[in-house]
Nanobody, 119 residues
Framework: QVQLVESGGRSVQTGGSLTLSCAASGRAFSAYVMGWFRQAPGKEREFVAAIAWRTGATYYTDSLKGRFTISRDIAENTVYLQMSSLKPEDTASYHC????????????WGRGTQVTVSS
């Protein structure tokens, strides 16, 4: 059973930085792409970033490129999302997800971790 458990969310002030973690377990993830998504109240879920587990290739939504960095630690089976220069509009529940590399659909989802950015 695949499990994705996010952590690291908290309240920060505008301009602050935060690193989220996603601990993955249940199988080998070498053939997977791990993604981060976020959802703010009243808004649709938004793609943030993704990383191919095997190659380390990264993908970002254009508007967040330069402020957010995704990485993974293969030994720890953990994916990270480093966020900097945070803005109030970054306030959301951040979710980790996994899909087969080459597939369009993310199959596995974590429950999320809340990030709140205050002005």
């Amino acid at each position: 059973q695949v499990q994705l458990v996010e952590s690291g969310g908290r309240s920060v002030q505008t301009g602050g930085s935060l690193t989220l973690s996603c601990a993955a377990s249940g199988r080998a993830f070498s053939a997977y792409v791990m993604g981060w998504f976020r959802q703010a109240p009243g808004k649709e879920r938004e793609f943030v970033a993704a990383i191919a587990w095997r190659t380390g290739a990264t993908y970002y939504t254009d508007s967040l490129k330069g402020r957010f960095t995704i990485s993974r630690d293969i030994a720890e089976n953990t994916v990270y999302l480093q966020m900097s220069s945070l803005k109030p509009e970054d306030t959301a529940s951040y979710h980790c997800a996994a899909k087969f590399d080459g597939s369009a659909e993310y199959l596995y989802w974590g429950r999320g971790t809340q990030v709140t950015v205050s002005s």
